[in-house]
């Protein structure tokens, strides 16, 4: 676990006045920025000594587990707007979640303002740290690695911005003046332009960031996370030569395939040799840092509210004797390997499946008073996915044998036959098949789809009402467009 788990949240929370964010940034009024915070210490105050910049940095930490990053708005943008996914629960509950399902939603939907908004505060706090944090008398490479890790951060939240909305306004840093003088109010930057900070951010970020660190501080950005982040950028580019060259890059820094997938997923196997990148959530002390990422997905009147119903046609994906089909999905019925038998919850509309990869075991749940669930980490990024995206890098430069390899690997745990197809256009399905059952439900698919130019077929297949040139991004919010007095342009459709 992190050195400081519950992440000193109160105690920065006192101590730490960021300015308000809205586009996360803009929406203060000068009257407000007036009125004296109370048991608050502006921000130019706050920065003076190592400790102060280290408790900065715990908070981006903390900032992840909220309800606007990892609850509803992820849910909703990350996880129902695929095949993989339907709503769940019984039909009037939270029925707006429908919207995303079927591709109804517009801009002014609470959920897609909710994540604009958690994105750019959590810009605003990496921008906080490295505006700050060079002029603080303190150990030079804890200096050099904490400034890393507000570079991670901000290109992490950059990068799950332009896969949602496409290009978004860029703060790379605090504009000059006093508050009343900066401007906040920007408008769009490419897509080029965002994905241009995010490489460069993550880039200088694996320059500085250590491989490993301490058993008293598990958890943190590591050189291996931001590399694995700047291969993925790269496949989403079409960059498949540096793909390949920063995936065999991870691979030369000890990570592997965990042996059980079942058990990769358990709370007890947490930052194990397989992940790169993971958002911690724990039900320690008074839940500070607990997240509702586990509740909204578990099983109904048991675990949780029972969203996320994983598709029949997930289901079928997998191939016979695949052990990934339950380990991902957990059946109504079955009694876990743990020994917790799956109800039916309390309401006869609950559905028969849900998401296992959100499963916490009742033995090993440390409730003290937390949500359900909430002891599950998030896998944001994990070696499976690198040798995926080496796979198909190496497909599409041609390199069959160096794709089969890295694929193939994947498929023997998964305990399946190895692929042998040569031809590309087959190799590059068979990848593609491989991604969706591997990363099953854990908020890739749709961007998947999107960046292989499939949404559109898939999706209109499964019933949906998905338009082609219009929903392969979402809606800027209208809250953010008439704060921003129309400066902020809407995509395409909406």
């Known amino acids: 676990m992190l050195a400081t788990p519950k992440y000193l949240i109160e105690k920065i929370i006192k101590r730490l006045f960021i300015p308000c964010v809205c586009l996360a940034f803009f929406a203060c009024t000068k009257d407000f920025l007036e009125v004296p915070r109370e048991a608050q210490q502006p921000a130019e105050e706050f920065f003076v000594n190592q400790q102060d910049a280290v408790e900065a940095v715990n908070k981006m930490y903390a900032h992840q587990t909220g309800f606007d990053l990892v609850g509803f708005p992820h849910l909703a943008i990350f996880q129902l707007t695929s095949d993989d996914s339907d709503k769940g629960s019984n039909p009037g509950d939270a029925a707006f979640l429908n919207d995303y399902v079927n591709f109804t939603f517009s801009s002014t939907a609470f959920s897609i303002d909710g994540y604009w908004t958690g994105q750019y505060q959590g810009i605003n706090y990496a921008n906080q740290v490295l505006a700050n944090i060079p002029a603080i008398p303190m150990d030079d490479n804890l200096k050099a690695r904490l400034l890393a890790e507000a570079q991670f951060f901000r290109a992490f939240h950059y990068f799950n911005l332009v896969r949602v909305f496409g290009g978004v306004p860029i703060y790379e840093g605090l504009p000059e003046g006093s508050i009343e003088e900066r401007e906040y109010n920007i408008p769009r930057n490419s897509v080029d332009e965002v994905y241009e900070l995010i490489t460069t951010d993550f880039t200088q970020a694996a320059e500085n960031l250590p491989i490993t660190y301490g058993a008293t501080e598990i958890g943190r950005a590591t050189k291996g996370a931001a590399t694995g982040f700047l291969a993925k950028v790269a496949l989403y580019r079409e960059d498949f030569t540096q793909a390949v060259t920063l995936t065999d890059e991870v691979a030369g820094m000890g990570y592997d395939l965990f042996p059980d997938y079942y058990q990769f997923f358990r709370p007890a196997n947490e930052y194990n040799v397989e992940s790169l990148f993971e958002i911690q959530s724990t039900a320690d002390g008074n839940c500070e840092s607990a997240s509702q990422y586990g509740q909204v997905q578990g099983v109904r009147g048991q675990f949780g509210f029972g969203f996320n119903f994983p598709t029949e046609d997930l289901v079928n994906a997998y191939e016979e004797g695949d052990v990934r089909r339950d380990a991902t999905i957990l059946f109504v019925g079955e009694t876990t390997p743990e020994g917790d038998l799956i109800t039916a919850g309390d309401n006869p509309d609950n559905p028969i499946r849900y998401n296992q990869k959100v499963y916490v075991p009742e033995a090993s749940f440390r409730r003290n ?126």
């Open 369 to 494: 008073n937390c949500v359900d669930n909430a002891d599950i980490n998030i896998k944001v990024l994990r070696y499976a996915e690198i040798l995926l995206i080496n796979a198909e890098a190496n497909n599409e430069l041609g390199n069959t044998a160096a794709a089969l390899v890295s694929l193939n690997r994947v498929r023997e745990r998964a305990g399946l036959e190895a692929v042998t197809v040569t031809d590309q256009g087959q190799l590059r399905d068979a990848i593609w098949r491989e991604r969706r059952v591997e990363l099953a439900l854990e908020g890739d698919r749709f961007f998947d789809l999107v960046r292989q130019g499939r949404a559109a077929e898939v999706l209109q297949a499964s019933g949906t009402q998905f338009t082609a040139g219009v929903n392969e991004i979402l809606p800027i919010p209208a809250n953010q467009i008439s704060l921003s007095q129309g400066v902020l342009e809407q995509n395409p459709g909406y």
